[in-house]
Nanobody, 126 residues
């Protein structure tokens, strides 16, 4: 089992930056991790992901060029540097972990991830 704990959310003005962190605890190895987000009344959507084996990184169109996903293998931590925040980035952000070598349905699909954090609120205001 793996426990994922997010931190670093909060309030930010339009154009500002926030950095999310996710710490993984447990004995199970993870082969990939990702960030998803969910705004009120919407489905949980993929934001960014990283593969632990080959360091491939993926981004949704809405954040590509603004945000950066990174990791610290030694600390078993995942990060999301969110720059140039917009009001539409307001959501609860979830850290997710995949214990398989592949991604069921694709790296951007919820079913590809087996472990989830509790979520952390990010609110962007103008």
């Amino acid at each position: 089992q793996v426990q994922l704990d997010e931190s670093g959310g909060g309030l930010a003005q339009v154009g500002e930056s926030l950095r999310l962190s996710c710490t993984a605890r447990g004995r199970t190895s993870l082969y990939g991790m990702a960030w998803f987000r969910q705004a009120p009344g919407t489905d949980r959507e993929f934001v960014a992901g990283i593969d632990w084996e080959d360091d491939n990184r993926w981004y949704s169109e809405s954040v590509r060029g603004r945000w950066i996903i990174s990791r610290d293998n030694r600390k078993k931590e995942l990060y999301l540097q969110m720059n140039d925040l917009k009001p539409e980035d307001t959501a609860v952000y979830f850290c997710a972990g995949n214990k398989d070598l592949g991604y069921l349905g694709g790296y951007d699909q919820k079913q590809a991830y087996h472990y989830w954090g509790q979520g952390i609120q990010v609110t962007v205001f103008s």
